[in-house]
Structure formats: C-alpha cells, structure tokens
C-alpha cells in the first residue's frame, strides 16, 4: 500500500534575533552554533510566498554527504511570527502505527514529529526558536462519520483539512514533491508526475481515515491509518 510522505510538515517559528542572542558563559562551539542559527535566518526573506531555509534533513538519500538544508513555503506572517510548510515531502511515516479508530491527538505521527523528527532537523538554538502551538482538532463537516480532538500544543504539526484549503486554495497548490530519501523510505511517488500524497491531521471519511493530499492536488478523506 502507499506510504504518505508524512514530512510535508507545518511549524510557527519566532523570528526574532534575540531569540539566538549569545548568552553569557557560552562555549566557543555553543557560539559557533548560536551565531551559525542567527547569520541562517539573517539571510531569509520572511515574506508570504517565499522559500526560506531553516533546519537540516537527508534528502538525497547519500548520507556520507550530509544532510541538506529545509527549504521552507512562507504560509502566512504575524509580527515576529511565520507559519511554514516544508516545501518537499521529507519522510514517510504511517498516521499511526497500527489501524485503530484514532485522531491526532494520540497517533504515532504527531509523537514522531514533536519529539524524534524536531531533534533529527533541528539543532538547539534552532529549537528554541519554534514555538509550542494551541492547534484545533475539530471534525471535518463534509464528513458525517468523521470527527475531532481535543486542541492539542504542539511545535510540528501537520496542516488540518481546513487549514490546507484557507493557505493552498487550489489543487494545483497543494501539489509536492518527495525527496529521494522520502522514496527510499517508502513514500509513494507517482510515475507520472513524480509527486507524492502526503498527510493532513484531519481525521478523514470515517473514524479509520485520516485526510490526505493526492498527487494532483486533490484532498482526499480516504487516506487510511498505516498507508
């Protein structure tokens, strides 16, 4: 069956230098890394629409070579504040890892992101920088069996079915990518187009779906639980 690839990932992120301030009493390397994380975000125009860079990840799938920059969709700005999408499908990663009626809430993949994909991407000065975000869980209304959570605080997220359609209202904007690490991993990726599916946290169709975004674009409430 096809695997989701899970990394296409929503963050809200501080933007304000003095988050990577050097503090007093730091170390020669704990200065490298801080002034490293401030000179990386220095560079980027926090722009709705434009692609930032922020964290590190395999991606080509060469590991000798290290891991490649995050390139980050600019999604939305309040002040010091940014809401960014990965641009490519970064990882694959079940909804859950074993079928079971379940929201996000509870499923393995939000457990995953928050707590093994944030320290894999991320280092410690970067890590500070993202904020821990009240997120709303609430059923998708098109779907009568559907339903929702309790709201949630969490750092990574994945976008909900309404969310998706507020910031990528067309098809044709939703549309994305795997890496080739994500392919390795077993993200599904189209022989046509070379897109992939990738999660929403929106449970789907009934209480053993969860949404998903299909590779033309099209959101779909029949994403299943371990694809």
Do not use: H
């Amino acid at each position: 069956m096809k695997r989701y690839a899970a990394g296409l990932l929503a963050l809200m992120m501080v933007l304000s230098f003095a988050a990577a301030a050097l503090a007093e009493g730091t170390t020669p390397d704990e200065t490298a890394a801080e002034t490293s994380v401030a000179e990386e975000m220095a560079v980027n125009d926090y722009t709705v629409g434009n692609t930032v860079i922020f964290g590190a990840y395999e991606q080509d799938n060469d590991t000798e070579n290290g891991e490649e920059p995050i390139e980050w969709i600019v999604l939305a700005v309040d002040g010091d504040r940014a809401l960014l999408l990965s641009k490519y499908g970064l990882d694959a990663q079940k909804y859950n890892t074993y079928t079971k009626k379940i929201t996000w809430c509870r499923c393995s993949l939000r457990f995953w992101l928050n707590y093994n994909f944030i320290k894999e991407a991320f280092v410690v000065e970067e890590r500070e920088l993202i904020l821990s975000t009240t997120i709303t869980n609430e059923k998708v209304s098109g779907y009568s069996e559907s339903y929702g959570c309790d709201d949630t605080t969490d750092q990574i997220f994945l976008l909900s079915y309404d969310e998706a359609l507020e910031y990528l209202p067309e098809d044709a904007d939703r549309v994305t990518e795997p890496t080739a690490y994500a392919v390795a991993q077993g993200a599904y990726e189209d022989e046509d187009n070379g897109n992939c599916w990738w999660w929403l946290r929106s449970a789907g169709s009934d209480n053993t779906n969860a949404c998903g975004v299909r590779t033309d674009g099209r959101i779909s409430g029949y994403g299943g639980r371990e694809v």
